[in-house]
């Protein structure tokens, strides 16, 4: 994968904007916050618009999502991919949660969601859940791979070295320490360093054909200037990153 050279941020909650990272001249802003029905859970008015929108962008630029309340784009991504795959997530949480309003796309299942739901996607390994939340992956059965808490690199690696298939990869920044970033979920201990090793450890063995990243405070949840500084900071060294190494 060469990523296309401009990033495209999915602006749903206005928290890029607040941030200012719309302004980077490496972004290309993609209005979403006319969409109805879209917040935490979607509707199916809404997965079909975002669907629709979605295809007319370069599907190998790196994906912005907003916020983790939106990382259930990830699903309506992966659904436009044409050729069996894996999805690799970095999360705090593991998206396979068994929802009150479970017919409905959502933020906290939807990895459970696209894997039942899929034919293309072959299985997924999740990196830096919460311990304590490694319980609700066992619903999925052999279609996952947890790596709890603090990941260790060789067994990560072994984790994608068992399939060739390409991979999806989508990361919640809530799996990072709040000195690097700060989420409005709660957060794991990653930092900077273990990221960039693990990511270049997946990049150097298998083909990755997208890319999507969600995480942050929006507006609406009382994000401040200091929230914005340092996610700002941490998008920065991802992007310069994805470009250097894909």
């Given at each position: 994968?060469?990523?296309?050279?401009?990033?495209?941020?999915?602006?749903?909650?206005?928290?890029?904007?607040?941030?200012?990272?719309?302004?980077?001249?490496?972004?290309?802003?993609?209005?979403?916050?006319?969409?109805?029905?879209?917040?935490?859970?979607?509707?199916?008015?809404?997965?079909?618009?975002?669907?629709?929108?979605?295809?007319?962008?370069?599907?190998?630029?790196?994906?912005?999502?907003?916020?983790?309340?939106?990382?259930?784009?990830?699903?309506?991504?992966?659904?436009?991919?044409?050729?069996?795959?894996?999805?690799?997530?970095?999360?705090?949480?593991p998206?396979?949660?068994?929802?009150?309003?479970?017919?409905?796309?959502?933020?906290?299942?939807?990895?459970?969601?696209?894997?039942?739901?899929?034919?293309?996607?072959?299985?997924?390994?999740?990196a830096?859940?919460?311990?304590?939340l490694?319980s609700?992956?066992?619903?999925?059965?052999?279609?996952?791979?947890?790596?709890?808490?603090?990941?260790?690199?060789?067994?990560?690696?072994?984790?994608?070295?068992?399939?060739?298939?390409?991979?999806?990869?989508?990361?919640?920044?809530?799996?990072?320490?709040?000195?690097?970033?700060?989420?409005?979920?709660t957060?794991?201990?990653?930092?900077?360093?273990?990221?960039?090793?693990?990511?270049?450890?997946l990049?150097?063995?298998?083909?990755?054909?997208?890319?999507?990243?969600?995480?942050?405070?929006?507006?609406?949840?009382?994000?401040?200037?200091?929230?914005?500084?340092?996610?700002?900071?941490?998008?920065?060294?991802?992007?310069?990153?994805?470009?250097?190494?894909?």
């Amino acid at each position: 994968m060469k990523a296309d050279s401009k990033d495209i941020a999915l602006n749903f909650s206005g928290m890029f904007d607040s941030e200012g990272f719309s302004l980077f001249p490496w972004v290309r802003p993609v209005e979403m916050w006319d969409i109805l029905g879209t917040n935490c859970f979607c509707d199916d008015d809404a997965q079909t618009e975002i669907a629709r929108r979605l295809a007319g962008l370069p599907f190998d630029a790196v994906h912005w999502i907003d916020a983790g309340d939106y990382h259930y784009v990830s699903k309506i991504r992966a659904g436009l991919i044409d050729r069996p795959f894996d999805i690799v997530m970095f999360d705090n949480h593991p998206d396979t949660h068994e929802s009150d309003f479970s017919e409905m796309l959502n933020c906290g299942g939807w990895l459970y969601t696209a894997l039942g739901t899929n034919p293309n996607l072959d299985h997924a390994i999740v990196a830096g859940i919460d311990p304590d939340l490694e319980s609700e992956c066992v619903r999925c059965g052999d279609k996952v791979t947890v790596l709890p808490g603090h990941v260790d690199d060789e067994e990560f690696f072994d984790a994608v070295s068992e399939s060739n298939l390409p991979v999806f990869l989508t990361i919640d920044l809530d799996v990072m320490d709040k000195f690097y970033f700060h989420a409005d979920w709660t957060q794991g201990e990653m930092d900077w360093n273990k990221m960039k090793t693990l990511l270049k450890g997946l990049l150097d063995r298998r083909a990755v054909i997208g890319i999507d990243i969600c995480g942050g405070v929006p507006p609406g949840q009382g994000g401040t200037k200091e929230d914005f500084r340092t996610n700002m900071h941490l998008r920065a060294m991802l992007h310069e990153f994805f470009y250097l190494n894909l």
